[in-house]
């Protein structure tokens, strides 16, 4: 066979051979070439398997006693197969072999896992034909003989169905996968907690797992103890936030609330402890086993709004952190509305603070208080901030009052500012705020340790945080998106360059100290011909000072608790709420999503608009087939930029976008640029995650995850994920387009190369969710999503989706609960293939 070599046999001669003259073909020359043209038996299949022929050496007579040592195997192959695809090879060995092994001769490095005589391997992905040489050896001690196979491995593709669009109440994957649910809301996390009754009356949820999962990020464990093992993809950490609650699910009967009052004290304290964090240790019954959640395991914790934390960074000890609870501006109580996350490099998890802001009363007249009280630039900062005068808070938590006449955990809610109180605010919470909208960073391996709030990433609606390419030598960048309507995308650069021995040292939360608390912070500026500026949240640079008309700033502290105030100051880009980040892990371009915008327009009327621009050139009329519209930018987009260079460190860049949302029958010149059709049509692009590079859907031609929270396009579907394999920016075109809501006006858009069948639809979810959250074993054979507010728009009395009890059939009766749901593809092979 072509491209195959059999190494010869160890075997002796008596002789025989050459002492007869005549050309008669003896015994020993019929085995030898009956073993020189062993055939390929079996082919490919969805697992790609190659097995070996198995005829073995059999005989009698002088010449089967003299070669009595002789180890024969069967004759290697040639097979194909895909990136992302399981390869398993069969060989055999004739009887007397006491040791058989395979190795790899060549080719990019697989992981080898053999069971007697077969192998099985991943393979990589590649960017053309790509061959790996394998070694098929067997022994007895005395011999040894060697078979050679190649596996020719071709560029992935996505070969999965796209998944229809529906609105039926499971999650719906393609063919050839399973979607399992691994961790639902009120799971209990601790031995001795009881199971979840799911009709209102569940508490301790500091014992339980929270509401409304969201951004999640997988840790590896070793096979046993405590060790952290990033490689290992079937026991780990799954740390994942719980953003909001559905309280009309929550309680027996919904929130008991009298004239604007919480008058019972058990409800807010559920409520709060189901915010925040999950850390929770997952296990996978071998390498191709049921995935579990351990219930009892020594790291399981949750992080509440109640739970101690510490500030790190410049903002630190600044007088806008001083409460009655901190005097000193040093630490705080918990994290909440965590959206998206970002794992770090060194392994730890970085979770964002997002719509806190709405938590908050603020009394009527707080603003007069603060003035007089020589804090009048702060009714500027809370203003920008959305945390106006008249303010109630979500919740009225801030009504509680407490059993324990000594506690703020309900108090600190409220922050307004009260005249007879000192005017640092030492005294009472209404510098509160200000300890909200940071980047917090938790040690998921070590559950004693205290959350750190990164203040040197700025203070924002902080969707998610994501590193670009860790380099050697170079500065690190962490790019953010602030989710609001005409906010700005951010990135951090680290004062300190990347040394490659950080990613496994022990002391994570020093090594975050080390990134995270010293650099500077960027606001993005997106040109029209397609170029753009990183522009530095620096005091004292470009207005950033005292002087400043607007607000003045006091300080670097000052510039990062009010990041979004710098960010006007410096003309940034107010963008289409700027939401996940993601970073290409070959080639470094990153990727946002700008979820959607009500309030763009082809002419800005008012304060609250903003006029079509190049970056966000879409203002339109989506109508729907109930009759309802949308208008705006109502469907989305996916923008991406690459750094000049191709490095972190880079001021500038340039920019396209990838996908813009539309309906597949949009009008295709000024909606459906991206030319989508019914495989991948989709709206409002929330979560984005590209594969990992330790496996095949991260390599060569990276997988990009593009999920949605949607309520535009939900006439026709639920919510959903998609897989794509993008191209590059710069690989599209230039198209003009005229917006049709808000005035007409015309603006030049940067369209990627249309996506096609490198994009279809992979999952739907079930009846009035989001999907969001992403993360995957290192591995790619598991992948983990989040279903968030399942049956959203229903109630206790009125329940409108019944996921996850329905998955298995369709049906069901109780109330909805968002789930962790891990995905794996039935043969083995990385998902998304």
Not at 99 to 125: E, I, K, R
Not at 356 to 380: C, E, H, L, S
Request: glycine share 10%.
């Amino acid at each position: 066979m072509t491209s195959l070599r059999q190494d010869a046999a160890i075997v002796f001669s008596d002789g025989d051979v050459d002492t007869n003259p005549s050309t008669t073909t003896t015994l020993g020359e019929l085995v030898d070439q009956r073993y020189s043209r062993r055939q390929l038996m079996g082919g490919m299949s969805a697992m790609t398997t190659a097995a070996f022929g198995a005829s073995l050496l059999s005989g009698c007579g002088s010449d089967d006693d003299k070669k009595s040592d002789a180890i024969t195997v069967s004759d290697g192959t040639t097979v194909q197969t895909q990136g992302g695809r399981v390869v398993t090879l069969t060989a055999t060995a004739s009887p007397n072999a006491t040791n058989t092994s395979w190795s790899q001769a060549s080719g990019p490095t697989v992981a080898l896992t053999t069971s007697g005589t077969s192998v099985t391997f991943v393979a990589p992905n590649v960017t053309a034909a790509t061959n790996v040489i394998l070694h098929f050896s067997a022994s007895n001690g005395s011999a040894t003989s060697k078979a050679m196979s190649t596996v020719v491995i071709s560029p992935a593709t996505l070969d999965f169905a796209a998944v229809a669009k529906n609105r039926n109440d499971i999650v719906t994957v393609p063919a050839g996968y399973t979607a399992s649910v691994l961790y639902r809301c009120g799971d209990p996390l601790a031995a001795g907690v009881g199971a979840y009754a799911n009709d209102g009356t569940d508490g301790n949820f500091s014992q339980r797992a929270g509401d409304n999962h969201d951004g999640m990020s997988f840790f590896g464990l070793a096979a046993s103890g405590t060790t952290p093992d990033a490689g290992n993809s079937t026991r780990g950490l799954l740390a994942l936030n719980h953003e909001y609650i559905n309280p009309a699910y929550l309680h027996p009967t919904g929130q008991t609330i009298v004239n604007r009052v919480r008058t019972v004290e058990a409800e807010v304290v559920k409520e709060i402890e189901a915010h925040g964090v999950s850390v929770v240790e997952v296990t996978r019954a071998g390498n191709t086993g049921a995935w579990s959640y351990v219930q009892g395991s020594s790291f399981n914790r949750r992080i509440t709004p109640n739970t101690p934390v510490a500030f790190s960074g410049p903002v630190k000890g600044n007088a806008a952190l001083r409460t009655v609870y901190s005097k000193d501006g040093t630490t705080g109580r918990g994290t909440i509305n965590n959206c998206a996350n970002g794992a770090m490099p060194w392994g730890t998890y970085a979770t964002c603070e997002e719509n806190w802001a709405g938590y908050f009363r603020r009394a009527t007249g707080d603003a007069a208080i603060r003035t007089a009280a020589g804090n009048a630039k702060q009714n500027v900062s809370l203003a920008r901030y959305g945390i106006s005068e008249g303010a109630s808070g979500n919740h009225l938590w801030s009504t509680v009052t407490p059993t324990d006449a000594g506690s703020t955990v309900y108090r600190r809610w409220n922050a307004s500012a009260s005249a007879a109180l000192a005017a640092d605010g030492t005294e009472d919470f209404r510098n509160e705020p200000y300890t909200f909208g940071w980047v917090v960073e938790i040690d998921p391996y070590d559950p004693a340790s205290t959350p750190r709030k990164r203040t040197a990433l700025g203070r924002l609606a902080h969707e998610g945080v994501k590193s670009g390419r860790m380099v050697a030598n170079v500065k690190p960048a962490f790019y953010m998106g602030d989710d609001g309507r005409n906010e700005y995308i951010y990135k951090f650069v680290s004062a300190t360059a990347w040394s490659t021995a950080d990613a496994t040292a022990t002391n994570r939360l020093a090594i975050g100290d080390k990134y995270l608390d010293d650099g500077t912070l960027y606001v993005a500026k997106f040109n029209a011909d397609g170029t753009g500026q990183w522009l530095p949240l620096v005091f004292g640079q470009n207005g950033l000072n005292a002087a400043n008309v607007r607000y003045p700033f006091a300080d670097q502290a000052d510039v990062l608790a009010n990041a979004r105030l710098a960010g006007d100051a410096l003309g940034a880009t107010p963008m289409d709420r700027p939401e996940w980040t993601a970073v290409n892990p070959v080639n470094g371009e990153m990727y946002c999503t700008l979820t959607n915008n009500s309030g763009r327009a082809g002419v800005a009327a008012s304060s609250s608009q903003r006029a079509i621009d190049p970056a966000n050139p879409r203002a339109y009329v989506d109508t729907r087939t109930d009759g309802k519209t949308n208008s705006g930018n109502a469907n989305g987009h996916v923008l991406r930029l690459r750094e000049d260079n191709d490095t972190t460190e880079a001021l500038t860049f340039t920019w396209d976008v990838y996908a813009f949302g539309a309906r597949a029958g949009a009008d295709a010149a000024n909606v459906n640029l991206s030319g989508l059709d019914d495989t991948n049509d989709f709206s409002s692009p929330d979560g984005l995650w590209f594969g990992l590079p330790t496996n095949a859907a991260g390599q060569a031609a990276p997988l990009l995850f593009v999920q949605t929270d949607d309520g535009a396009y939900t006439d026709v579907t639920n919510c959903m994920m998609l897989v794509g394999m993008p191209g590059r920016v710069g690989d599209g075109t230039t198209k003009s387009v005229t917006s049709s809501f808000g005035g007409a006006a015309t603006t030049t858009a940067r369209v990627g190369a249309a996506p096609g069948a490198k994009l279809k639809r992979f999952l739907v979810g079930p009846k009035e969710c989001e999907i969001t959250g992403i993360t995957s074993t290192a591995d790619g054979r598991s992948i983990f999503i989040n279903i968030q507010h399942p049956g959203e728009e229903g109630s206790y009395d009125n329940i409108t989706s019944h996921w996850p009890q329905s998955q298995a059939t369709g049906t069901g009766t109780g109330r909805p609960r968002s789930a962790t749901v891990v995905i794996t593809k039935n043969d083995g092979g990385v998902v998304g293939f």
